[in-house]
T-cell receptor, first 113, second 112 residues
Framework: DTAVSQTPKYLVTQMGNDKSIKCEQN?????MYWYKQDSKKFLKIMFS???????INETVPNRFSPKSPDKAHLNLHINSLELGDSAVYFCASSQGKDSTEAFFGQGTRLTVV | GNSVTQMEGPVTLSEEAFLTINCTYT??????LFWYVQYPGEGLQLLLK?????DKGSNKGFEATYRKETTSFHLEKGSVQVSDSAVYFCALGSGGSYIPTFGRGTSLIVHP
């Protein structure tokens, strides 16, 4: 039973398109995150939600919009995709503040052509 | 703000060699410290953690000690295997906020 699952695993799309990545966790955690990992494996936090409320909104283009319908789900919608958006996007969850162990999804490899 | 500095990779070793990956941090307060491992094509998973000074985290033959005086949390393993080839991330807990901080990752390649 997967703890943090995200779909799709691979996403290839053309510039200018709009796409969504979905994430669900069944751990009962109250905090969820989206990270972007570049080709050099650097992890950059994009957003964090706690109990459906946006806590962190790092400097990302406003083409990226997270949505948390409930505390088990955090989806990422991207408008007007650009070549530079190509990366692996990870969803993660943890319980409470001070980031006790974070659980990561398998990642979504987004390729914009 | 909080930050984590890891040695740059890749680190290339022969099987059964000794491994050290250095990690130092800057933080306010006393955050928890973590090592995560990312195998090819997978997400990060927790390898070990330490929650207070002088704690030693250990798992799968890896260990790291929380050194407050040197603000370090170096990862070590006495004898690496090919299956240890992965990217290793040092991280610190958010110390009361919601922002965990990750290092840049160190790639480890182990040859037979």
């Amino acid at each position: 039973d997967t703890a943090v699952s995200q779909t799709p695993k691979y996403l290839v799309t053309q510039m200018g398109n709009d796409k969504s990545i979905k994430c669900e966790q069944n751990l009962g955690h109250d905090t969820m995150y989206w990270y972007k990992q570049d080709s050099k494996k650097f992890l950059k936090i994009m957003f964090s939600y706690n109990n459906k409320e946006l806590i962190i909104n790092e400097t990302v283009p406003n083409r990226f919009s997270p949505k948390s319908p409930d505390k088990a789900h955090l989806n990422l919608h991207i408008n007007s995709l650009e070549l530079g958006d190509s990366a692996v996007y990870f969803c993660a969850s943890s319980q409470g503040k001070d980031s006790t162990e974070a659980f990561f999804g398998q990642g979504t490899r987004l390729t914009v052509v | 703000g909080n930050s984590v500095t890891q040695m740059e990779g890749p680190v290339t070793l022969s099987e059964e060699a000794f491994l050290t990956i250095n990690c130092t941090y800057t933080a306010t307060g006393y955050p928890s410290l973590f090592w995560y491992v990312q195998y090819p094509g997978e997400g990060l998973q927790l390898l070990l953690k330490a929650t207070k000074a002088d704690d030693k985290g250990s798992n799968k033959g890896f260990e790291a000690t929380y050194r407050k005086e040197t603000t370090s949390f170096h990862l070590e393993k006495g004898s690496v295997q090919v299956s240890d080839s992965a990217v290793y991330f040092c991280a610190l807990g958010s110390g009361g906020s919601y922002i965990p901080t990750f290092g840049r990752g160190t790639s480890l390649i182990v040859h037979p």
